[in-house]
Nanobody, 118 residues
Framework: QEKVVESGGGLVQPGESLRLSCAAS????????IAWFRRAPGKEREGIAC????????WYGDSVKGRFTISGDNAKNTVYLQMNSLKPEDTAVYYC???????????WGQGTQVTVSS
């Protein structure tokens, strides 16, 4: 079954770090651009980072720029989101989205909860 699965969420204190993983199964991420989104309670879904698999270019939303880093591991067919200096306002469900650069299907993960609280 083709899918992407997020993992790595949890409860941390402000200032701490987490690394989220987006692992693909059943297909190769080599032909997909990957984006991370998040949805906080009562708020709209927000795009926060993406990586172009073709040339490795990255983009970050202003709310996470300088604190989060997106990267990929071809061998593991996984994309990561390293989150440093976490703030309470980073609390949200984080989703991975794989968008095909061609005509293959796109995929959303089920989400992983990140809670930043003292």
């Amino acid at each position: 079954q083709e899918k992407v699965v997020e993992s790595g969420g949890g409860l941390v204190q402000p200032g701490e770090s987490l690394r989220l993983s987006c692992a693909a199964s059943g297909f190769s991420l080599d032909y997909y651009d990957i984006a991370w989104f998040r949805r906080a309670p009562g708020k709209e879904r927000e795009g926060i980072a993406c990586i172009s698999r073709g040339d490795g270019r990255t983009w970050y939303g202003d709310s996470v720029k300088g604190r989060f880093t997106i990267s990929g591991d071809n061998a593991k067919n996984t994309v990561y989101l390293q989150m440093n200096s976490l703030k309470p306002e980073d609390t949200a469900v984080y989703y991975c989205h794989a968008e095909s650069v061609g005509y293959a299907p796109n995929y959303w993960g089920q989400g992983t909860q990140v809670t930043v609280s003292s």
